[in-house]
């Protein structure tokens, strides 16, 4: 028996060591590891930044100081030819070698251009090239040599095309055979017109040495090219041979060498950057930085050959190192994690096994505890173990003393129970009856709101007809107001006509004098055609004429004379007879004036008996709101009470289980020890 308790406890001890501390050793292995990897992927990348960073930082930094040096040289040309003493002397100078011997003002020149080349030691000459005469003049004065004209020099040409200061890198010193950076420009007169060209002739070995001094720990090559990916300058290539050459011809002249077109390409895009190549066999890491003169037009590009293997020493270095120490103290990690986890799961095991012991026995003994066996977690968990015994052994007291109160209490709340269900029921079958009484007044409540309502909608028609009739009143007075307005037009219009009419009587009276006056001319014409004889015999005719035409005019005036009259006379009983039916349209009009106002008196009356129609409606229809609600209520009451029967009913049985329950817990009770 003891040995298969041994076993057990042994095997309790295996298996909260594997359940706990393996998988949590397992879990801490694998997040350190990846942890670590991550760590040195990091380091790994932060150094290769740096380095990149660093030998970046080397290729500006060269690249600056071109930047300056051409830029400082830029300001010279740009001062020197711009001086009112140089523009005025050569504007003067109109003639193939002029005699300038006992010129002060070329002697000043001259002297003003070996001045310059003193105070800067770079500058290696100042020049000017003259357009009309196609002279050149520099320090050591005027240039003399049978043939020599300057338009036929390549760079004369090529400053006309660029028409502006730029670096010339083609130029050659024909004293000592050297290639030269020219910083040239034309020079205009105040019209705009060119009157020769410009420049100076810089040293660029201040610019190779910028170049040589570029280097990673005394490690490197570095180099410069243009715009057009030629070599300025490259150390390990002669420089007779290397001046101007592409760099992707390199690939050509060199074995085992790859990459550099590429190289050129991304060189000649402005920008900084890194690129691999393959030279001479040799992986290399090519650094470069743009060198940007805008003020010379300068574009050009300065790169930086790395041996790979130098630049990533330090990588692998800072690789390898943080690789070691990630190791050296994620293992002391593991090896502390579990040594405190096996140590942790010692108290765990004890509690294990005393409790193993409890419920082994037939009846649970609550009042056997742990021994302290030590001073530190074990201790403690054991009088955290001790003390739960402890609460354990109050609380099941404190349950079967409350079994029994609560069994005497049950039986008492079951006969109180019993007594509320059938109080319940009462109540129920008053509150039905109740209901029943609601229902008949709420009946009683819409039959009355219905005759109110039928009685508002005879209200409402009323209202619509007296609406009508007062329409039809106001059209028929709209129209006898038309027809008076129209009466007064025609009667305006009337006399306007009579008045036309003693107009025409004025003209008849005007034409009845003229044929008196005819009548009377004719007369004198007939005794004047009588008094001339047989010369007056045919004047005689017309007079005949002309006094039977007075007569004829005569006896129609006085016709239309008659006419007038009895149409004046006619025309005045007219205007009479208008103005009778004028006032008889008045007086309808003013009765019917009267019909509208009484019209109008009737349709306020049934607007104000409509409106107590509608509060009789309204006070109709919150009372059915009010019995409605007195109806829910009671139905709710009903119901409340019902339920409250069943509940209550429910309770009883519920009460009885119970009663039942607490039986079965003293039996269960009396298994624990607690005293």
């Not at 129920?428 to 009355?448: N, P």
Request: with cysteine.
């Amino acid at each position: 028996m003891l040995n298969i308790k041994i076993l057990s406890r042994l095997n309790q001890k295996q298996n909260l060591t594997n359940r706990i501390a393996l998988p949590l050793v397992i879990s801490l292995a694998v997040l350190l590891g990846i942890s670590t990897i991550l760590i040195v992927r990091t380091m790994r990348k932060i150094t290769h930044d740096r380095v990149i960073s660093e030998s970046l930082a080397l290729v500006q930094n060269g690249a600056c100081q071109i930047e300056e040096f051409y830029t400082e040289r830029a300001r010279v040309p740009v001062t020197v030819f711009q001086s009112p003493l140089i523009l005025n002397w050569f504007e003067n100078y109109y003639y193939f070698r002029a005699p300038i011997a006992g010129d002060e003002t070329y002697a000043r020149i001259i002297q003003y251009f070996n001045t310059i080349i003193e105070k800067d030691s770079t500058i290696n000459s100042v020049f000017f090239a003259t357009e009309r005469t196609q002279e050149y003049f520099d320090e050591d004065g005027r240039y003399v040599e049978d043939g020599y004209y300057v338009k036929d020099r390549p760079w004369w040409n090529r400053t006309i095309q660029k028409n502006r200061l730029f670096c010339d890198m083609g130029n050659m010193d024909y004293q000592d055979s050297t290639r030269t950076a020219t910083l040239q420009m034309p020079v205009r007169d105040a019209r705009n017109q060119i009157i020769g060209i410009g420049g100076i002739d810089i040293s660029i070995d201040i610019v190779h040495k910028v170049v040589r001094d570029v280097q990673y720990h005394e490690m490197g090559v570095a180099f410069l090219i243009n715009s057009l990916g030629q070599i300025i300058y490259f150390p390990d290539f002669d420089a007779q041979e290397s001046w101007l050459t592409p760099l992707c011809s390199l690939e050509e002249l060199f074995p085992k060498t790859t990459g550099m077109c590429e190289l050129s390409q991304q060189m000649t895009e402005g920008s900084s950057g890194y690129a691999k190549v393959k030279w001479l066999g040799k992986k290399q890491m090519v650094m470069f930085a743009p060198v940007l003169v805008p003020q010379a037009d300068i574009q050009w590009s300065l790169g930086f050959f790395i041996p790979e293997k130098t630049l990533y020493a330090p990588v692998r270095q800072m690789t390898a190192a943080s690789f070691i120490i990630s190791l050296l103290i994620f293992g002391a990690i593991i090896g502390l994690s579990t040594w405190m986890t096996i140590r942790s799961i010692r108290p765990l095991d004890l509690l294990s096994s005393h409790l193993d012991g409890l419920v082994q026995e037939d009846r649970m003994d609550l009042t056997r505890e742990m021994s302290l066996e030590s001073m530190d977690t074990v201790k403690t968990t054991v009088q955290n173990f001790n003390t739960l015994l402890s609460q354990m052994r109050e609380f099941l007291k404190r349950v079967i003393q409350n079994a029994e109160n609560v069994g005497v209490s049950s039986s008492t709340l079951r006969e109180e129970s019993t007594e509320m269900s059938n109080r319940t029921s009462v109540m129920s079958d008053r509150a039905k009856e109740s209901t029943s009484h609601a229902k008949q007044l709420l009946h009683t409540v819409k039959s009355l709101s219905t005759g109110i309502q039928e009685v508002a909608h005879m209200c409402t028609q009323s209202n619509q007809s007296v609406m009508e009739g007062e329409g039809i009143l106001i059209e028929q007075l709209d129209q006898i107001k038309a027809s008076i307005e129209k009466m007064g037009t025609i009667h305006r219009n009337l006399q306007v006509l009579n008045e036309k009419s003693k107009n025409l009587k004025e003209a008849v009276a005007i034409i009845d004098d003229i044929s008196e006056r005819i009548s009377i001319l004719a007369i004198n014409a007939s005794i004047e055609a009588v008094k001339a004889g047989d010369f007056g015999k045919g004047f005689s005719v017309v007079a005949e004429e002309i006094q039977q035409m007075s007569q004829n005019t005569a006896e129609a005036n006085h016709r239309t004379a008659e006419l007038l009259s009895g149409f004046e006379s006619e025309f005045a009983e007219f205007l009479k007879d208008m103005d009778q039916i004028k006032e008889t349209l008045a007086g309808e009009m003013a009765s019917f004036d009267d019909l509208v106002k009484r019209f109008r008196q009737i349709q306020d009356g049934v607007a104000l008996t409509d409106r107590s129609a509608e509060r009789m409606r309204d006070e109709a229809q919150r009372q059915i709101d009010c019995v409605q609600d007195l109806n829910d209520n009671i139905d709710s009451i009903h119901e409340a009470t019902s339920n409250l029967a069943r509940h209550i009913s429910n309770s009883i049985d519920k009460i009885n289980r119970v009663d039942e329950q607490v039986k079965e817990l003293k039996e269960s009770t009396g298994l624990f020890k607690v005293e």
